[in-house]
């Protein structure tokens, strides 16, 4: 097959950060692509060869989209499937595939796959829906503490609670859900693993993740992961199982706690370019992107490896500030060796919106965490 | 000044591969970008905010143009001058200047500014036409052999021949030309200066570049090159003259000899990204398109230093082959860790035609050397 400079088309669903990100690989490499997303203003737009507004839920606009493109990829798990499994019987390759997504989509199918398959997760019940669960507590098949999540269409702190008291039931919604035992943890960690259509499979070094204490969203993202060899690499050993199980094609971001028992017990993962991947495009050989495509393509997959250390920082909407968005002191930490902005272009910002993220690449892992606090002390997105 | 998702416009005249790649940095950093180009067939077309096809050669077209950016650059020399003084004149800011450019759009000018500003050359004479040239050979004021080289126009080997008896002279156009000496030299070294509006200033390693015998085209690109630490002091100091004697905003591409008996000259500049500085993106903490961008903006300059080594390999159009390109074995090479290509977006291939290129990196420059000549050996641009 040859994709480069070529009338083969990409589809890609959803046009956010992933996607503008993924379409900077696909420009380099000449590759045509075709964007649909409910926005107008998506940051993918001015990115692709051919951009289509329309639902990414609704079954008639992704079967009618997906009929233009020579191969169906995702930036966003949030699609309508059926359409995708119409589209797959038809004959058009649809990576990662449908059936991946359907398990994913549902944290219930996707924790009791992990049982099935072996893999290392913290102990959960499902529940058709709240009242399910709070009957369940009556009859005391399931205690406080636990961690409540909601199975569909949560994402970035949304839709996750810890649960300690009845009082924290009160204001959650009536859906299907999952509990969760809590797990004392020291690290939560991630790893990216690719694998392509022929099966070739690569991971990505073990990263840490540190979350805002109160949005819950991920604050510093640091490769490599300051933990020992030994747990490192039964979180990669964890990360390639997991893959494998999905027969996965393209990139899986593997979302791991490290207990305080050293345990590792995979939280959740997304099948596509991942917050906790965006330090490769300055830190690694080949970027998660790159890699993403390659494996879709069923392309060789390209080198995992850092060539130094780094550290991202998410740029979040500063609390207080909605409106047309102003990054204050960016001129500041450009002038920082080994800091790279990345701005998704998003004109409005609001409290906590992902606004963009900033690299810091280090030959010096102490130093890098250094410049990274003092980005994070010195950027703010305001309006 | 807000360049980021903002209603900042930066106008860029030429839309082929050095735009295309300077356009992956606008927009990393959502800066709005509006290009003009007389292909509608053009690289950079879908890449940039706004894609405008018009001569970059007629002066209502690239007025017209350049008053709909709130800043001008460029990523080919040859614009009309005449417009861009008019703007300038108006109040918008063009990076490089238009002066600057006219300087350099003449090789005769250029050399004469060498050696104004004392900057080392080979010796020259300037002629108004072949004609000229003719009468000084037979007054005996010229010897052979010289190079002879057209004072405008000339890229990549056109516009420059090496004269040793007056037969070379009979398929010569009758334009102004430069007759320059003939200098033995045992290597071709390049500098990209990076120097922003304020006056910071910055030099990438001394590359070394390798040419095809008989195409004249750079083959291989190396960083760093494999000189003596003082040479390599002695070039960036003469780089960074040539650059502040320009009061240069922008990257200059200083193209030097180092003669056999270790001086180093000047050749020629050009002030703009440069195939000599494609190696940066991979391999460098701030590509030479980043660093363009960041100058002509007056933005702090990044780290010029490298990751890693890199070499860079063109990909040229292979000789007997023209029509809808096929890159044979781009798999293949793929499948080398630390290999990544470009490709720039040309339907059409034919000999010798800039097709893309491919980085390699690697923490061993013996070994990036060899995998370099590997993936020359092994890729092939075909139709």
Redesign the interface.
């Known amino acids: 097959m040859?994709y480069?400079?070529?009338d083969f088309k990409l589809g890609i669903l959803g046009g956010g950060q992933l996607g503008?990100m993924l379409l900077?690989e696909t420009?380099?490499?000449?590759i045509q692509t075709l964007v649909l997303d409910p926005s107008n203003e998506a940051?993918s737009r001015?990115?692709?060869?051919l951009f289509q507004q329309g639902s990414l839920m609704d079954y008639d606009t992704v079967y009618e989209f997906g009929k233009k493109a020579s191969l169906l990829t995702i930036e966003i798990e949030n699609v309508n499937l059926d359409a995708l499994d119409q589209l797959e019987k038809e004959g058009l390759p649809v990576f990662p595939s449908p059936k991946t997504l359907r398990l994913i989509q549902n944290k219930g199918t996707q924790k009791d796959f992990y049982v099935q398959h072996n893999i290392p997760t913290a102990p959960h019940q499902r529940f058709e829906s709240l009242s399910h669960l709070k009957t369940s507590l009556d009859k005391n098949l399931l205690a406080f503490p636990f961690v409540w999540k909601c199975a569909r269409f949560g994402y970035d702190g949304n839709g996750v609670k810890i649960v300690r008291t009845a009082a924290d039931l009160s204001n959650l919604p009536e859906v299907e859900c999952i509990a969760e035992e809590m797990v004392p943890f020291k690290n939560e960690l991630a790893v990216i693993v690719v694998r392509n259509v022929s099966g070739e499979i690569k991971t990505y070094p073990v990263v840490e993740m540190e979350f805002h204490p109160e949005a819950n969203q991920v604050e510093y993202v640091i490769c490599p992961a300051r933990i020992s060899t030994e747990i490192a690499e039964k979180a990669q050993k964890v990360a390639l199982q997991t893959a494998e199980a999905f027969q996965h094609v393209g990139l899986l971001a593997v979302e791991m706690f490290q207990t305080k028992d050293d345990a590792i017990l995979v939280n959740e993962v997304a099948p596509r370019p991942h917050n906790s991947g965006h330090y490769s495009i300055e830190a690694s050989?080949?970027s998660q992107f790159?890699n993403h495509l390659?494996s879709i393509l069923n392309?060789?997959l390209?080198?995992t490896?850092s060539?130094?250390a780094g550290i991202m920082v998410n740029l979040v909407g500063a609390e207080g500030f909605s409106g047309?968005?102003?990054?204050e002191n960016?001129?500041k930490i450009?002038?920082i060796?080994?800091?790279?902005?990345?701005?998704?272009?998003?004109?409005e910002t609001r409290p906590f919106r992902k606004m963009?993220h900033v690299t810091i690449?280090n030959q010096n892992m102490a130093e890098a965490r250094q410049i990274a606090e003092e980005v994070k002390n010195t950027i703010r997105v305001i309006s």
Chains 1, 2 share one sequence.
């Open positions: 040859n480069f400079s070529s503008k900077a420009q380099k490499l000449d940051p001015f990115s692709c060869t050989y080949t790159e390659r392309l060789p390209g080198n490896d060539k130094v047309q968005v102003i990054y960016i001129e450009m002038a060796d080994g800091v790279t902005p990345h701005i998704y272009g998003k004109r963009g690449v």
